[in-house]
């Protein structure tokens, strides 16, 4: 099972974007969702995981008060949404999102990897 991680794109430093995690196989509400991402030549690196539990999501020191993990309402509920804001070039990065059953984003998630989502932060 893999979830699908979109909204990728060229911005600027100090430009917003909103990635989106989704997938038609099951319910995400049920599942804890960490973002992750992979710069070129760097391993992959969690950036915040929203639990299972209701707990308020967790973040990277890296990207702490800039990036939002947030689960969709209404007509998106089965999508997590990672808004980042005040984008830096070192957040250029493929972004990937991966779900876990238990109420932490350790170890092996459950889905499988996607192709993840590509941001590029520059001028």
């Known amino acids: 099972v893999q979830l699908q991680a979109s909204g990728g794109g060229l911005v600027q430093p100090g430009d917003s974007l909103t990635l989106s995690c989704v997938t038609s196989?099951?319910?995400?509400?049920?599942?804890?969702i960490g973002w992750f991402r992979q710069a070129p030549g760097k391993e992959r690196e969690a950036v915040g995981c929203?639990?299972?539990?209701?707990?308020?999501?967790?973040?990277a020191d890296s990207v702490k008060g800039r990036f939002t993990i947030a689960r969709g309402a209404a007509q998106a509920q089965n999508t997590v949404y990672l808004r980042m804001t005040s984008l830096k070039p070192e957040d250029t990065a493929l972004y990937f999102c991966?779900?876990?059953?238990?109420?932490?984003?350790?170890?092996?998630?459950?889905?499988?990897w996607g192709p993840g989502t590509l941001v590029t932060v520059s001028s």
């Open positions: 196989r099951f319910t995400l509400d049920y599942y804890t």
């Open positions: 929203i639990s299972n539990t209701a707990e308020n999501p967790n973040y």
């Open positions: 991966a779900a876990y059953t238990r109420a932490s984003c350790q170890g092996t998630p459950f889905s499988s």
